[in-house]
């Protein structure tokens, strides 16, 4: 299995898990330093995309919203290979 200095993305889809993904879930990828963790809201019909980790705190500094036709880079191998995709691509 990969580790986290492997990863460059983590993709959730949330519905009923929403409270959770974007609480211990996410504080877990952070810690780790997974570049990248994507949340497909589910509930909200939104993709809200977590960036510029901070491991120290648990957090992430960067918190982008997409929704419809905006772009969603997914990070597939830094420090520049994107798969981009429109937010609504990702929703059902």
């Known amino acids: 299995h990969p580790g986290p200095s492997e990863i460059y993305s983590v993709i959730e889809v949330s519905d009923s898990s929403l409270e959770r993904d974007r609480g211990s879930k ?5 810690v780790a330093a997974i570049q990248q963790y994507i949340l497909v809201n589910l509930v909200d019909e939104q993709v809200e995309v977590f960036s510029s980790p901070s491991p120290e705190k648990g957090i992430y500094r960067k918190r982008t919203i997409c929704k419809g036709r905006k772009v969603v880079a997914i990070t597939v191998a830094p420090p520049a290979n994107f798969l981009k995709v429109t937010a609504g691509a990702l929703l059902p």
Do not use: V
């Open 26 to 30: 996410l504080r877990i990828h952070a």
